[in-house]
């Protein structure tokens, strides 16, 4: 069941999830997006030419787990905003744990507000992405 | 070059604020609904709505990605060729729907660099686009800030 702007306040932690993106999700999901980035799909060029330890996961597929576990939480509610920094690759086959915590709620133009922390953590419990959101609330 | 040299060139400052050619895409829903499944969509309203190609139901903000070759990235002069995404970021005015028109103009937002961190002296350059839907309504706003460097990345 979506969260309400009336189950909100500051410290609020949003329930977490895992996601564990394959590499056959990767290669759809370049597919898709037509995104053919050889150090998404190539474990060579990953590892001999950017000298990562494999092939990594898109950084706006993470974008997108994170739009997709907002929806989850927040159901039709807009979100605004999503902003990420990307602090760690994150490799194919890898547990990611997506989580977050409200940071604000206040009223804007009229507008119940809420803003978030979000975050993506690897399997070792790094941070692999530090982000923002924003729901505005019907 | 010495590591505490500048890496922005004048060419590179002379390009901030430029924009390219506006670029018309259409939100597709056999895009969509690929996406959907790479990103293990499970909201079955939504996978009712763009099976059925509901035009009216707002798709996630996600479906713009199934534009992303669109969204040409302008050409930095100078700019090293190792480079990894280091931020994205979505403004979102509007709903998304399929079928949608937009328009997409890209513009190169800013320049900045960083001596030291993980792959040492690095470029952080801020791409974005905007697009704006049939009714000439700005929907979103899309930035990516990819950063440049010359050294290996570590992985960490």
């Not at chain 1, 998404?40 to 993470?62: C, Q, R, S, V």
């Not at chain 1, 787990?65 to 920094?85: K, S």
């Not at chain 2, 990235?73 to 028109?101: C, F, N, S």
């Not at chain 2, 937002?109 to 350059?125: K, N, T, Y």
Request: with cysteine.
């Amino acid at each position: 069941m979506a969260l309400t702007y009336d189950d909100l306040q500051e410290g609020t932690e949003l329930p977490i999830e895992q996601r564990t993106p394959t590499t056959e999700q990767v290669v759809a999901f370049c597919d898709a997006t037509g995104n053919q980035g050889p150090q998404f799909l190539d474990p060579e060029f990953a590892k001999e030419k950017m000298g990562l330890p494999g092939p990594i996961l898109p950084g706006n597929m993470k974008q997108g787990f994170l739009d997709q576990y907002l929806r989850r939480q927040f159901g039709q509610q807009q979100i605004t905003r999503l902003q990420l920094n990307h602090r760690r690759p994150d490799l194919h086959n890898a547990e990611l744990t997506i989580g977050g915590e409200v940071t604000r709620t206040y009223d804007l133009d009229g507008r119940r507000m809420a803003d978030l922390e979000v975050h993506i953590d690897n399997p070792q419990g790094d941070r692999s992405v530090r982000g923002a959101a924003t729901v505005a609330f019907d | 070059m010495s590591d505490d040299e500048s890496l922005i060139t004048p060419a590179m400052e002379a390009a901030i604020g430029s924009e390219g050619e506006p670029r018309v895409v259409t939100i597709d829903k056999e895009l969509v609904q690929r996406l959907m499944h790479a990103l293990g969509e499970d909201d079955a309203d939504l996978i009712a709505a763009v099976e059925s190609g509901d035009t009216s139901y707002p798709v996630p903000t996600y479906a713009l990605l199934t534009t992303s070759t669109s969204q040409r990235q302008l050409t930095v002069p100078d700019a090293p060729e190792r480079a990894l995404m280091a931020a994205d970021a979505w403004e979102v005015k509007a709903d998304i729907h399929l079928g949608d028109t937009m328009t997409i103009v890209p513009r190169l937002a800013d320049i900045s660099e960083r001596i030291g961190g993980r792959v040492g002296h690095s470029l952080f350059i801020n791409h974005e686009w905007v697009y704006t839907n049939q009714d000439d309504v700005e929907v979103a706003r899309v930035r990516r800030t990819v950063t440049h460097f010359k050294a290996r990345h570590t992985g960490e």
